[in-house]
């Protein structure tokens, strides 16, 4: 069988039951860095039948001698140097690949930095979309973003605390009132969250930024102003929108898809171009 286990993002402490009981018994473990994962089995006292590197460089590699073990009816346990494997780590391929193949394949559940940092942001959690990591290149990293946005509710992101600065700076011209949380080095003894806009989180930051971070933008139509208010349409532009609005609904589009439509080429919020194109359908009846 082959177990996905997950293993701490920080505190060595926040490891399973489970977890443990199945790296004692695992005939292979699979892991990133055999000596990041040996300080894990050390701390909990486990003493391991084999260790194998597998990580995003011999992933798939490792494909075929991981198929052959769990052929041969051995246990292979999988670990990431943190959290759950498969998130931005290694464990995608061989998941599906030993899936494909009829092997019995579990999840054991544990820690995992992105609902930990979703929840510690205090932004809304009822609906949430991971993106990843943030682009590297700085002019991609708005458009990323509001792509992300497009899916309604809060958006979570792994940053390098290298460019923490430019994306924060980006977002914070582009949303001036969009809440955000910067979660830094959760569970570990130096944790912090810093919450409020980017502008503020910026000023808030420690002059050298170190650790893992996580990033939690709010949902766009929860900000006070929000993406709407630093790019709102002036007079004229509003009356473009309605005589838009107004063609596209002529034309038999329903209200939501002409809506959508505008929203999406003009970047404006949904819910006021929505309204809008109501408005503009009482008209035309």
């Known amino acids: 069988m082959l177990y996905i286990c997950a293993t701490p993002i920080g505190n060595l402490d926040d490891v399973t039951l489970r977890v443990l009981q199945v790296l004692r018994s695992a005939d292979v473990i699979l892991c990133e860095d055999t000596r990041h994962t040996g300080?894990?089995?050390?701390?909990?006292?486990?003493?391991?039948?084999?260790?194998?590197?597998?990580?995003?460089?011999?992933?798939?590699?490792?494909?075929?001698?991981?198929?052959?073990?769990?052929?041969?009816?051995?246990?292979?346990?999988?670990?990431?140097?943190?959290?759950?494997?498969?998130?931005?780590?290694?464990g995608f391929t061989l998941v599906r690949a030993a899936a494909e193949a009829g092997f019995e394949v579990t999840v054991l559940p544990g820690a995992s930095a992105v609902p930990t940092a979703l929840v510690a942001s205090g932004l809304p959690t009822d609906r949430f979309v991971f993106v990843g990591f943030v682009p590297?290149?700085?002019?991609?990293?708005?458009?990323?973003?509001?792509?992300?946005?497009?899916?309604?509710?809060?958006?979570?992101?792994?940053?390098?605390?290298?460019?923490?600065?430019?994306?924060?700076?980006?977002?914070?011209?582009?949303w001036p009132d969009r809440l955000v949380a910067v979660c830094r080095e959760l569970t570990k003894v130096h944790e912090q969250v810093l919450r409020g806009t980017a502008r503020q989180a910026l000023d808030a930051l420690d002059p050298r930024v170190r650790g893992e971070v996580v990033l939690v933008l709010a949902p766009v139509e929860d900000a006070e102003a929000g993406a709407s208010a630093s790019c709102g349409a002036s007079p004229r532009e509003d009356e473009h929108v309605r005589d838009t609005l107004a063609v596209l609904l002529a034309k038999g589009f329903r209200t939501k898809e002409a809506a959508d439509l505008v929203a999406g080429l003009t970047g404006l919020d949904r819910r006021t171009v929505y309204a809008a194109a109501q408005e503009a359908k009482t008209r035309l009846s």
Do not use: C, M, Q, Y
């Not at 909990?44 to 198929?67: D, G, I, K, M, Q």
């Not at 991609?140 to 958006?155: N, P, Y």
């Open 39 to 90: 300080g894990l089995l050390r701390r909990h006292e486990v003493t391991p039948r084999s260790l194998l590197s597998f990580h995003e460089h011999n992933e798939l590699a490792r494909l075929e001698r991981v198929l052959a073990l769990l052929s041969e009816g051995k246990d292979v346990a999988l670990v990431s140097d943190a959290g759950l494997p498969g998130l931005s780590d290694p």
């Open 136 to 174: 590297r290149a700085k002019a991609k990293v708005v458009e990323f973003l509001e792509g992300a946005g497009r899916a309604g509710g809060s958006v979570v992101a792994f940053e390098s605390p290298h460019r923490l600065r430019a994306t924060l700076e980006a977002i914070a011209t582009r």
